[in-house]
């Protein structure tokens, strides 16, 4: 599975916008971009996924460039709630899946 | 729709001791992932199940770790005899295991502390 690297800390105001970056330029083709966030002590909770195009859900939007060698999760409008740490991983479909989480990015919404 | 249910959340026990951690899945989930998270760090898959076969346990340490999946459903996650470096968060999570795009939905853990 593909490497994804993402900065390790991010601030966002509340009721702002959080973009969270990832790059994962060695991507293959079959290969889907995942995010999952975790809020402390509680297990990872799933987000979003996509292959090519955008995709968009009650929770947040991801944006994938054209060459899938990036993305960006987007968190519409920030709360409190919304402190976590974020992870991208890039996984192969199928059961044989293997979610792979990096350090991630905590981002944190403040007042 | 109930979530992967988890217990204990909590185990605190001496070192040497025999523990065992609990996972129920989410309803229809054929697959049943164990990950352990350390301080800090990102979850790791331990083992994998599909239905009631394991078909992924490269990473379990199979000196003092034992998992089961009995019925296909249940799944049982054992340290005998625990040391000091396995305090940790394990994981259960759960997908449907019908192939094509397999979305993991997790507990929320089990910590453990040995002591």
């Known amino acids: 599975d593909a490497k994804t690297t993402q900065p390790p800390s991010m601030d966002c105001a509340e009721g702002r916008a959080a973009n969270l970056p990832c790059n994962h330029s060695t991507i293959s083709g079959n290969e889907y971009v995942y995010w999952y966030r975790q809020i402390h002590s509680q297990g990872p909770q799933y987000i979003i996924h996509?292959?090519?195009n955008n995709e968009t859900n009650e929770m947040a939007s991801l944006i994938i460039t054209e060459d899938r060698k990036s993305s960006t999760l987007i968190l519409p409008h920030a709360t409190l709630r919304d402190t976590a740490v974020y992870y991208c991983i890039v996984t192969r479909g199928g059961t044989a899946s293997k979610l792979t989480f990096g350090t991630g990015t905590r981002l944190q919404v403040t007042l | 729709e109930a979530g992967v249910v988890q217990s204990p959340r909590y185990k605190i026990i001496e070192k040497k001791q025999p523990v065992a951690f609990w996972c129920n899945p989410i309803s229809g989930h054929n697959t049943l992932y164990w990950y352990l998270q350390n301080l800090g760090q990102g979850p790791e898959l331990l083992i994998r199940?599909?239905?009631?076969?394991?078909?992924?346990d490269s990473q379990l340490p199979k000196d003092r770790f034992s998992a089961e999946r009995l019925k296909g459903v249940d799944s049982t996650l054992k340290i005998q005899p625990a040391e000091l470096g396995d305090s940790a968060v394990y994981l259960c999570?759960?997908?449907?295991?019908?192939?094509?795009?397999?979305?993991?939905?997790f507990g929320p853990g089990t910590r453990l502390l040995v002591l």
């Open positions: 996509g292959l090519k």
């Open positions: 199940y599909e239905n009631e076969e394991a078909v992924d």
């Open positions: 999570a759960s997908s449907l295991g019908q192939g094509g795009e397999e979305t993991q939905y």
